[in-house]
């Protein structure tokens, strides 16, 4: 289906391409968000009078979203977590929760505008990309912790999984005694003191 784009759609094309793309995308996404017009005769003629209409509002929305970037651009947001010893979050971080804080902050972020590829299911620092406007889009650092402590650690650039695996490992040593058999359970005297 063919269709004339009336805002930028990453991946597609600019305002006013006339672009093929599939009958379901078309009538389950771009034409119910008024991001598109089917591409027929009446359709162009419609779209060719409104042309400079829609190129003002598309630059109005524009730059109030750089103008509300600005406060978010590189902003670390921290959030503290239950956690299993492994980093497993009992739960995940989503988008909705990542536009709350951001509200909180004084931001104006919709949910919708928060893309994350998958939640985040463990801790660490993640960074998640906000889209406030089609042609206008910032990334910020997510710190998932278990305590204020760890995420300050994490925020300095510190693995704290990988410092907790290492710290239980040298926690412990086995004498080793080549001589031993399998499955023998080594007593507290030693071979000479056996005589």
Same mark, same amino acid.
């Given at each position: 289906?063919?269709?004339?784009?009336?805002?930028?759609?990453?991946?597609?094309?600019?305002?006013?391409?006339?672009?093929?793309?599939? #009958? !379901?995308?078309?009538?389950?996404?771009?034409?119910? %968000?008024?991001? =598109?017009?089917?591409?027929? /005769?009446?359709?162009? &003629? $419609?779209?060719?009078?409104?042309?400079?209409?829609?190129?003002?509002?598309?630059?109005?929305?524009?730059?109030?979203?750089?103008?509300?970037?600005?406060?978010?651009?590189?902003?670390?947001?921290?959030?503290?977590?239950?956690?299993?010893? #492994? !980093?497993?979050?009992?739960?995940?971080?989503?988008? %909705?929760?990542? =536009?709350?804080?951001?509200? /909180?902050?004084?931001? &104006? $972020?919709?949910?919708?505008?928060?893309?994350?590829?998958?939640?985040?299911?463990?801790?660490?620092?993640?960074?998640?990309?906000?889209?406030?406007?089609?042609?206008?889009?910032?990334?910020?650092?997510?710190?998932?912790?278990?305590?204020?402590?760890?995420?300050?650690?994490?925020?300095?650039?510190?693995?704290?999984? =990988?410092?907790?695996?290492?710290?239980?490992?040298?926690?412990?040593?086995?004498?080793?005694?080549?001589?031993?058999?399998?499955?023998?359970?080594?007593?507290?005297?030693?071979?000479?003191?056996?005589?």
């Amino acid at each position: 289906m063919d269709v004339i784009l009336l805002e930028r759609v990453e991946k597609l094309g600019q305002i006013g391409d006339v672009v093929s793309v599939k #009958t !379901g995308f078309a009538r389950n996404f771009l034409l119910p %968000r008024k991001k =598109a017009l089917r591409a027929n /005769e009446a359709n162009k &003629k $419609v779209f060719e009078a409104n042309k400079a209409n829609i190129v003002a509002e598309n630059a109005t929305r524009r730059s109030e979203a750089e103008a509300a970037s600005k406060g978010i651009e590189g902003k670390t947001l921290t959030l503290i977590r239950q956690a299993s010893n #492994t !980093g497993q979050l009992y739960g995940s971080v989503s988008a %909705r929760d990542l =536009a709350d804080l951001l509200v /909180e902050d004084g931001a &104006k $972020v919709a949910r919708n505008q928060v893309i994350l590829d998958r939640p985040i299911k463990a801790i660490g620092v993640t960074e998640v990309k906000i889209v406030l406007h089609p042609e206008v889009s910032l990334t910020i650092k997510v710190n998932v912790a278990r305590s204020p402590e760890e995420a300050e650690m994490q925020a300095q650039g510190v693995d704290v999984m =990988a410092q907790m695996f290492e710290r239980d490992e040298a926690g412990f040593t086995e004498a080793y005694d080549p001589n031993a058999e399998p499955g023998e359970i080594q007593s507290d005297a030693g071979p000479a003191d056996e005589a």
